[in-house]
């Protein structure tokens, strides 16, 4: 019912920048919480940096300061803008949305996630 599409990884250089994005479509009322996770090889699924239900954000202790969250909640749509990356940023990162569709039903949605790698 509800589609998560992340886009903009890729190799980068340390000390690099890159910027995601996650478009949600689908059969949307509201997009209560979305942001980002990611999980490295052999390590769990971490959050890095999301929107609460009250528009607030919160960040991992590890990106504070080199990654910003923003959205464009007209396109249902949040980024992620990584600056200053290091070797130890690479995973896979996924977005996730906790989404309300229009049956008001509630559910979390994840995408299939992209690949971003950082070479030092």
């Known amino acids: 019912q509800v589609q998560l599409v992340e886009s903009g990884g890729g190799l980068v250089q340390a000390g690099g920048s890159l910027r995601l994005s996650c478009a949600a479509s689908?059969?949307?009322?509201?997009?209560?919480?979305m942001g980002w996770y990611r999980q490295a090889p052999g390590k769990q699924r971490d959050l890095v940096a999301a929107?609460?239900?009250?528009?607030?954000?919160n960040y991992a202790d590890s990106v504070k300061g080199r990654f910003t969250i923003s959205r464009d909640s007209a396109k249902n749509t949040v980024y992620l803008q990584m600056n200053s990356l290091k070797p130890e940023d690479t995973a896979v990162y996924y977005c996730?949305?906790?989404?309300?569709?229009?049956?008001?039903?509630?559910?979390?949605?994840w995408g299939k996630g992209t690949l971003v790698t950082v070479s030092s």
């Open positions: 689908g059969n949307i009322l509201s997009i209560i919480t």
């Open positions: 996730k949305a906790y989404v309300r569709t229009i049956d008001y039903v509630g559910m979390d949605y």
């Open positions: 929107f609460t239900g009250t528009g607030s954000t």
